[in-house]
């Protein structure tokens, strides 16, 4: 299968996008399909590119070692919100961000925004959790410039969220946001594709991704260590221990889980079962919360202040890069490489596909 080279990303996304101006209300089949790798899967933007910023404006103070509710006491809100609005022009290659957020959301079909369902899967274990600015940020873009109800959306980790609301109380959301918790937990089972063959081809994952309820699904991470056999790090895709059931990640077999369970429609979207396309994609953004951030994981407290974000619309692809250019390089955090290529070379990549020189593009 060809690779996506920026000019045949950019005939497919133009034909992507006519199609979507051309037929508002595409059907989307009930039946389960496996990814065709290499394939596009958010129509409007480059899906290999990611995009970074280190800015030691976003926070007040250096205090590496601190908890959750001191990093937000330190937080300049402002600057945070003006560095997503560049890292989304970024990402874009627009300069308007009101523009470039439009790009990066796309309404599903048949439905309005104001009925629109939105998920964001955000990481609740341990010490480190995103920090308000970015979520306030995230969801205040999604009410205010695209129209999305507030009560609409639904802020979730199926696995450790059940003291979210205490442990982390998020300020700034608009009012009506949900703050769910586990949100029932990963309890409905479904398809799991291959290389995840060890638990039968099935696996528990939050009801309301299994039968379609959520119509975007938002993934912010952070930027924590955690076993080798993840690639000694957890991120967006490792953060989807929390959508489906962590559980098989934790025996024979885990790294597989690890890929297989991000090569699902219930994290991509719908697909056509005879190409294996992504027909409408479910998960439009992916983030990382570098604020702060730990060689350790993942439990301990932060252990670093980079002031770094970083964005992209393709999991495995944001996880590789941050793993290898931010950990690796920048921190001295060396990966497992082994794990690591895996996030490019299981869904069809390799690095020569990588836009501007295989970097992490950094906006300022």
């Excluded at 000019?7 to 133009?14: L, T």
């Amino acid at each position: 299968m060809p690779t996506i080279t920026r000019r045949r990303f950019i005939k497919q996304a133009a034909v992507a996008g006519a199609a979507i101006t051309a037929f508002p209300t595409v059907w989307i089949p009930k039946a389960k399909a496996a990814w065709s790798q290499n394939t596009m899967v958010h129509p409007n933007v480059d899906n290999l590119r990611v995009v970074g910023i280190t800015d030691a404006a976003m926070t007040r103070e250096q205090e590496p070692v601190s908890p959750w509710k001191r990093q937000d006491e330190l937080v300049n809100s402002e600057t945070v919100w003006e560095n997503m609005d560049k890292l989304a022009s970024g990402l874009t290659e627009t300069r308007d961000p009101g523009d470039a957020w439009r790009t990066i959301f796309i309404k599903p079909p048949r439905k309005s925004w104001s009925d629109t369902v939105v998920a964001i899967k955000t990481n609740n274990i341990g010490r480190q959790h995103t920090r308000s600015a970015v979520m306030s940020k995230v969801c205040r873009t999604l009410t205010e410039t695209m129209g999305v109800k507030p009560a609409n959306i639904h802020i979730y980790d199926a696995c450790h969220g059940s003291r979210m609301g205490r442990s982390t109380p998020f300020a700034g959301l608009p009012e009506g946001v949900r703050v769910e918790g586990t949100w029932g937990g990963s309890s409905t089972f479904t398809d799991v594709p291959p290389p995840s063959r060890h638990i039968g081809g099935e696996a528990e994952c939050i009801k309301y991704l299994v039968d379609n309820t959520v119509d975007i699904l938002i993934n912010i991470a952070m930027c924590k260590g955690h076993s080798s056999r993840f690639g000694g790090y957890t991120m967006t895709m490792k953060n989807h221990f929390g959508t489906f059931s962590p559980s098989p990640g934790h025996t024979m077999g885990s790294t597989d889980y690890l890929m297989a369970i991000n090569q699902t429609p219930e994290i991509l979207g719908p697909m056509d079962k005879k190409s294996g396309k992504v027909l409408y994609p479910r998960q439009q953004l992916c983030i990382i919360d570098a604020l702060w951030a730990s060689k350790c994981g993942p439990t301990c407290s932060s252990s670093h202040q980079p002031n770094f974000l970083a964005m992209g619309v393709t999991a495995p692809v944001l996880d590789y890069q941050v793993a290898t250019k931010f950990r690796g390089i920048k921190m001295g955090w060396e990966p497992n490489q082994k794990v690591t290529r895996r996030m490019l070379t299981d869904f069809g990549y390799t690095e020569g596909d990588l836009p501007e020189g295989g970097n992490i593009i950094e906006v300022s």
